[in-house]
């Protein structure tokens, strides 16, 4: 009996062009299309104008899919599998099936296209010669402790996904794991009307969804060990003027001038990041107003 083929097939991330012709020819001749929710994907096959024969598959059904799975392979049908968007198997579900179809040496094939992750490291400006792909991180626990101390030892850069409802506490566990000053990279909606991307470090992206609360879809794309203590010599240099910081900050205020601008020239020349010199500036204007004054209370001459 000849055996079918199960083809792992890329769907977009959000912009319907980027359907490959060779992705949808499969998804055409398929005999079942196995997708993690039938709504979705039957939004993509109504627009891409197919009629296909489709079956949910996901984390929680899986296990009780694979005999039905295998018994069509095994009759010599070819079966595709899409995930909601993306590269099937990246940060979804296919990989039991994977094996499955591996051992039971039916033949296996992929087309390949859109990823959030590959996107997202293509404009991120950091080292894309060695990289980490690390998903969604452990949600708590000490399973997420371990896990960011890890990435904070890495010396390849790091691709995060995250859910925009989590997005500020990842930003702040990763600053609490001492890597405010580590360069990110943010890529939001990608593909889509308001993609965007940001460059800032931790600590700056951390205040920013502080104040602002992240909508869309994010990939993290985070500065390795390895290319932040590349950039040491510069900071080193700059210990000097960085002791000297509040000295600086104390010349500007004394010659007036907008807090975010004397943050942002403080920054440039002691290479901190401008949102480290702001809150410095915010310590010594409140130090500066509670110090007790000659003839207060706690100063009073005697
Ligand atoms: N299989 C997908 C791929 O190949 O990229 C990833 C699926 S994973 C369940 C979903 C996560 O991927 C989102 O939470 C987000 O972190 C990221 N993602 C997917 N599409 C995105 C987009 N258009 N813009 C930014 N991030 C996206």
Same mark, same amino acid.
């Given at each position: 009996m000849t055996s079918g083929k199960l083809t792992l097939?890329?769907?977009?991330?959000? /912009?319907?062009? +980027?359907?490959?012709?060779?992705?949808?020819?499969?998804?055409?001749?398929? +005999?079942?299309?196995?997708?993690?929710?039938?709504?979705? $994907?039957?939004?993509?096959?109504?627009?891409?104008?197919?009629?296909?024969?489709?079956?949910?598959?996901?984390?929680?059904?899986?296990?009780?899919?694979?005999?039905?799975?295998?018994? &069509?392979?095994?009759?010599?049908? $070819? @079966?595709a599998l899409v995930s909601d968007a993306g590269m099937p198997l990246i940060s979804d579900p296919g990989e039991r099936l994977v094996?499955?179809?591996?051992?039971?040496?039916?033949?296996l094939s992929v087309i390949p296209g859109p990823n959030a992750a590959l996107t997202a490291l293509a404009a991120s400006g950091l080292d894309s010669s060695r990289f980490v792909f690390e998903g969604f991180l452990p949600a708590r626990g000490k399973e997420r402790r371990t896990r960011l101390t890890e990435l904070r030892d890495e010396p390849r850069s790091l691709i995060l996904y995250e859910a925009p409802h989590r997005l500020l506490r990842t930003l702040t566990d990763l600053a609490a794991t001492g890597l405010g000053e580590r360069k990110v990279s943010i890529g939001r909606e990608l593909t889509k009307k308001y993609e965007e991307y940001l460059y800032l470090t931790v600590a700056e992206a951390k205040a920013l969804y502080?104040? $602002?609360?992240?909508?869309?879809?994010?990939?993290?794309?985070?500065?390795?060990?390895?290319?932040?203590?590349?950039?040491?010599?510069?900071?080193?240099?700059?210990?000097?003027?960085?002791? /000297?910081?509040? +000295?600086?900050?104390?010349?500007?205020?004394?010659?007036?001038? &907008?807090? &975010?601008?004397?943050?942002?020239? @403080?920054?440039?020349? $002691?290479?901190?990041?401008? /949102?480290?010199?702001?809150?410095?500036?915010l310590q010594l204007k409140k130090i500066k107003s509670e110090a007790p004054r000659l003839g207060d209370s706690d100063g009073r001459r005697q």
């Open positions: 097939v890329a769907t977009p991330i959000g /912009n319907p062009e +980027d359907m490959s012709p060779r992705a949808k020819k499969a998804l055409a001749m398929a +005999d079942l299309v196995l997708c993690e929710d039938t709504r979705v $994907t039957g939004l993509l096959l109504a627009e891409l104008g197919l009629k296909v024969n489709l079956l949910s598959y996901h984390e929680h059904n899986a296990e009780s899919r694979h005999p039905l799975i295998l018994e &069509r392979l095994q009759a010599g049908e $070819t @079966v094996r499955l179809v591996l051992a039971a040496g039916i033949p502080t104040e $602002t609360a992240p909508r869309g879809e994010f990939v993290l794309v985070l500065e390795g060990r390895a290319e932040f203590e590349s950039r040491q010599p510069i900071r080193e240099q700059n210990i000097v003027a960085a002791d /000297n910081i509040d +000295d600086l900050i104390r010349e500007r205020l004394a010659v007036g001038g &907008r807090l &975010r601008q004397i943050a942002q020239e @403080v920054a440039e020349l $002691t290479g901190r990041s401008a /949102n480290t010199v702001y809150e410095r500036i």
